[in-house]
T-cell receptor, first 119, second 111 residues
Framework: DTGVSQNPRHKITKRGQNVTFRCDPI?????LYWYRQTLGQGPEFLTY????????KSRLLSDRFSAERPKGSFSTLEIQRTEQGDSAMYLC?????????????????FGPGTRLTVT | KNEVEQSPQNLTAQEGEFITINCSYS?????LHWLQQHPGGGIVSLFM???GKKKHGRLIATINIQEKHSSLHITASHPRDSAVYIC?????????????FGKGTKLSVKP
């Protein structure tokens, strides 16, 4: 078990450019979450997947943001036409959730994050 | 008002002191999580609890569902405990898939 990995770890881009981040969850985990954290704040939920299905999206996820998990394994988060306000740490987490029944909360395992700076 | 409030925001302690960090929430929850975040961003889950008390080493987490309050205690604190401690809650139903986070408590333990 190598844990949750994220690439790249750091990204500096110019305003208006598109960026894409990748998250590889723990291999047997069926849930994958994306969060955003700005300096001095707690993380904020963006979206989550159960297998390849995107089950929930925050209103923070504007139409410039899109996330995919095409084969139910790794996920990508794309930001189009980046703005300076997009500068943040983007965190990915994964968990193993029961498909039917079971508890409604699951321990999440976090990746190291991708720090985005938009200049 | 944030749905998850933590206090204090910042905490400085001397090595060996007993530390308490508090978390209050205003929504219905299925579980409460305590997380630790070190400089550089990595977040580690310390506890997930829905009732009572859990203990792991020098860390103890308690929750009072009726009062919508949880505490994280660190006994015999050590400089390596210096980090940001974040309280987060899991909701019900449609919001059960995501966490709502507090802003974190920055702990600094001096030798």
């Amino acid at each position: 078990d190598t844990g949750v990995s994220q690439n790249p770890r750091h990204k500096i881009t110019k305003r208006g450019q598109n960026v894409t981040f990748r998250c590889d969850p723990i291999s047997e985990h069926n849930r994958l979450y994306w969060y955003r954290q700005t300096l001095g704040q707690g993380p904020e939920f963006l979206t989550y997947f159960q297998n390849e299905a995107q089950l929930e999206k925050s209103r923070l996820l504007s139409d410039r943001f899109s996330a995919e998990r095409p084969k139910g394994s790794f996920s990508t988060l794309e930001i189009q036409r980046t703005e300076q306000g997009d500068s943040a740490m983007y965190l990915c987490a994964s968990s193993l959730a029961a498909m039917v029944g079971g508890p409604t909360a699951y321990e999440q395992y976090f990746g190291p994050g991708t720090r985005l700076t938009v200049t | 008002k944030n749905e998850v409030e933590q206090s204090p925001q910042n905490l400085t302690a001397q090595e060996g002191e007993f530390i308490t960090i508090n978390c209050s929430y205003s929504v219905g929850i299925s579980a409460l999580h305590w997380l630790q975040q070190h400089p550089g961003g990595g977040i580690v889950s310390l506890f997930m609890l829905s009732s009572g008390k859990k203990k792991h080493g020098r860390l103890i987490a308690t929750i009072n569902i009726q009062e919508k309050h949880s505490s994280l205690h660190i006994t015999a604190s050590h400089p390596r405990d210096s980090a940001v401690y974040i309280c987060a809650v899991s909701g019900y139903g449609g919001s059960q898939g995501n966490l709502i986070f507090g802003k974190g408590t920055k702990l600094s333990v001096k030798p």
